[in-house]
């Protein structure tokens, strides 16, 4: 295809991955890491001996270049919580994969031939709070003052119309995976009675940390330096004389930044030249700072969080915790647990319905359809002086995390018919209203989990049921899977007790007749000297639109039939001339491009004639063509027709033709 706008056009148009052997799988869902496309475009114009010539991109052309959602619409935004930048950031391309620094780096580009395409480079970021998979792309770019996107173009060599990219839940590293360095002697003052330890965490070799933001709520201490940050002090045990203090620095990002006793507590030196702490005998920033000195201090712990980025962007969150080694070497004196908390403790967990409610009947029994469950958890890491600070699950606990019938059985599995689904599919949740607003709970319980996200995880589950199962009511226990024990809400965790469920009644699912909808015919659709075609839409009441056009269960095998039709009745009349009627299928948008191609193959490219097919939003729609043109015979399927709702409700009618196929009737199915 070729896009064209007065006095210039789009040759070619295509989006691609920075290195084609790239793997899709390859951004992290943390808001900051970045996964390079390339979009290549062939612009042309009119040269002075009118003719179609290579002509650059302009400054405003090539600034309009985005990435956005696939879609048959041009103005399509991105995803929800997805972002396209223009440039690169400060952190590492590609997912991790525990190699060295040098190899994850080196992705190769795929080279386009420069004297045809102009490449341009935009980067992809998706947030925490997007959904986890696969999202399909294309990309977009205005010329001669209109939008062009990939979507209208073929799969070529060299261009491709999309590309799929999936975002992952960003890693987690565990003070296991961390390679620990003590320097008991990074400084002694004369008098002994100062003296610093540094403690070092290495990331395995593809990792560093790039930026260590501190704590989330540090101590407030006077005299402080103004970039230190601490989180432990107390009074030195035995002697009750003198104290320590522990903490972090911010704004030393680099490894080789020195640092003067005086940053850590101002006048430590006693008004002498500051000395030189040692702080540079790994190539990390992750480091902890031990302060001893004669200063008076009360014992305090505010147990939060020391918060590190990684060159992926990933945040890591650790609690330090303290005890006393009397400063012998090789006996630690300060560490961290993180990552994935061990051990852990369940202190809330309970499963309910979205608002709060236990029982409903909100759930269609099409295999299709989702009923929405919350899942809380909230968990606590036990510290080695017995002491608990907030958790967070790990990718493997979280992911354990489904439904179940409710039983004593911690093992106990679904129903027969009833599935537990990780993540919504494309259907509505709730139940067929006009006049209740559906979202309204939803927007209250990521509100609520908003407020307390260190405190507590909500997990989203989804359960259907097939359609040959008895309609009765269910009740559901949910279940997590810790240190390989598995809890359920219908369980004892230690101290603690947890009795809760939901009630799931489904119902048969409705079934709209042809009376139901509201038809309209659009007689000029398309018109040439060739075909005449109509087309017809219909709209489900409020509250319904349909998503998925099935086709017909039996459609007739023609010759010459559309890369994208299915015809249900063919009709000869007479030897110049015939009607046909039928649906056009893989198009479940309300205002696709359609083309001659997608209903006729006359021997040559009908690609740029196109039909009207936008008239109603609906994806309903059936194509009733009278061609001029020979043909043989005339046959009837009288097959089904199928369509999915935004319930996932079936609907099945069938097309009948009158007088002489110049008419479509609609029927029950």
């Given amino acids: 295809m070729v896009a064209q706008a007065s006095n210039c056009r789009l040759a070619g148009f295509g989006i691609r991955r920075a290195a084609r052997a790239g793997v899709a799988d390859g951004l992290y ?49 991105l995803t929800q919580g997805w972002h396209c930048d223009e440039t690169k950031n400060e952190f590492t391309l590609g997912l991790w994969r525990g ?48 939008w062009h996107a990939t979507n209208g173009f073929r799969k070529t060599a060299g261009f491709e119309p999309s590309i799929t990219l999936s975002s992952v839940r960003p890693i987690e590293l565990s003070e296991t995976d961390l390679e620990m360095h003590m320097d008991l002697w990074a400084y002694y003052s004369e008098d002994r009675k100062t003296h610093v330890h540094v403690f070092y965490w290495t990331p395995p070799a593809g990792m560093w940390i790039v ?15 103004k970039d230190f940050r601490s989180v432990i002090s107390y009074t030195i045990p035995m002697t009750g004389e003198g104290s320590r203090k522990i903490g972090t620095f911010v704004n030393k990002n680099s490894p080789d930044i020195p640092l003067d006793l005086d940053e850590i507590h101002v006048g430590l030196s006693g008004g002498a030249p500051s000395p030189s702490v040692r702080f540079d005998q790994r190539p990390t920033i992750m480091r902890l700072v031990r302060l001893t000195s004669s200063l008076k201090s009360e014992n305090q712990n505010t147990k939060s969080l020391w918060q590190l980025l990684d060159n992926y962007g990933n945040e890591h969150r650790y609690s330090v915790w303290a005890s006393d080694g009397m400063g012998l070497p090789g006996v630690p004196t300060v560490g961290i647990s993180g990552g994935i908390f061990r051990p852990l403790k369940i202190v809330r967990f309970l499963i309910m319905l979205t608002g709060g409610g236990i029982v409903t009947d909100d759930l269609y029994a099409n295999g299709r359809h989702q009923c929405k469950v919350i899942v809380e958890i909230e968990v606590e890491q036990v510290m080695p002086d017995g002491s608990s600070v907030p958790a967070r699950l790990s990718d493997a606990e979280r992911n354990s995390v489904t439904v179940t019938r409710y039983s004593s059985n911690v093992h106990e599995p679904l129903p027969p018919g009833w599935s537990c689904d990780q993540q919504k599919n494309i259907y509505d949740t709730g139940r067929w209203t006009t006049g209740i607003d559906e979202l309204v709970p939803d927007q209250y319980i990521n509100a609520m989990a908003g407020r307390s996200q260190r405190q507590r995880e909500v997990v989203e589950r989804y359960m259907r049921v097939e359609p040959n199962v008895a309609i009765e009511e269910q009740r559901f226990m949910a279940s ?3 240190n390989g024990v598995t809890y359920t809400t219908n369980s004892r965790a230690g101290d603690v007790s947890f009795d809760t469920y939901v009630t799931i009644h489904p ?57 994208n039709f299915q015809t249900t009745f063919f009709n000869r009349r007479g030897a110049g001339f015939y009607r046909k009627g039928g649906v056009v299928v893989n198009k479940d948008v309300a205002s696709p491009v359609v083309s001659l191609d997608d209903i006729f193959l006359a021997g040559s490219s009908n690609r740029e004639k196109i039909v009207r097919f936008n008239q109603r939003p609906t994806i309903m729609r059936a194509v009733r063509a009278h061609v001029t043109m020979f043909s043989d015979g005339s046959a009837d399927s009288n097959s089904k027709w199928r369509l999915w709702d935004n319930y996932g409700c079936e609907h099945v009618f069938g097309l009948e033709q009158q007088d002489d196929a110049d008419r479509i009737k609609l029927v029950d199915g």
């Fill in 99 to 146: 190699k060295s620094p040098e190899a994850e780096q080196s992705i190769e580009l795929a080279e386009a031939d420069n004297s045809l395409v102009e490449s341009i480079k935009r980067y992809l970021r998706c947030d925490t709070d997007a959904p986890i998979g696969p999202v399909v792309l294309m990309a977009r770019i205005m010329i001669g003052g209109g």
């Fill in 480 to 482: 997590v899977t810790i």
């Fill in 29 to 77: 869902a943390n808001g900051r890491h970045q996964y390079e496309v390339i979009i290549d475009v062939v612009k042309e114009v009119i040269d002075a001996k009118g003719e179609w010539a290579q002509a650059p991109l302009t400054d405003e052309e090539r600034a309009s270049v985005t990435v956005v959602e696939w879609s048959e619409s041009l103005d399509q935004p």
């Fill in 211 to 225: 930026e260590n933001q501190g704590f989330d709520n540090p101590l407030v201490s006077p005299g402080q330096g």
């Fill in 507 to 563: 119902v048969r699912p409705y079934q709209l007749r042809a009376q139901d909808l509201t038809e309209y015919v659009d007689v000029h659709a398309y018109n040439d000297e060739y075909y005449d075609m109509d087309v017809y839409y219909w709209t489900p009441p409020g509250g319904l639109h349909f998503i998925v056009n099935k086709g017909f269960d039996t459609p007739l095998s023609i010759r010459r039939e559309g890369n």
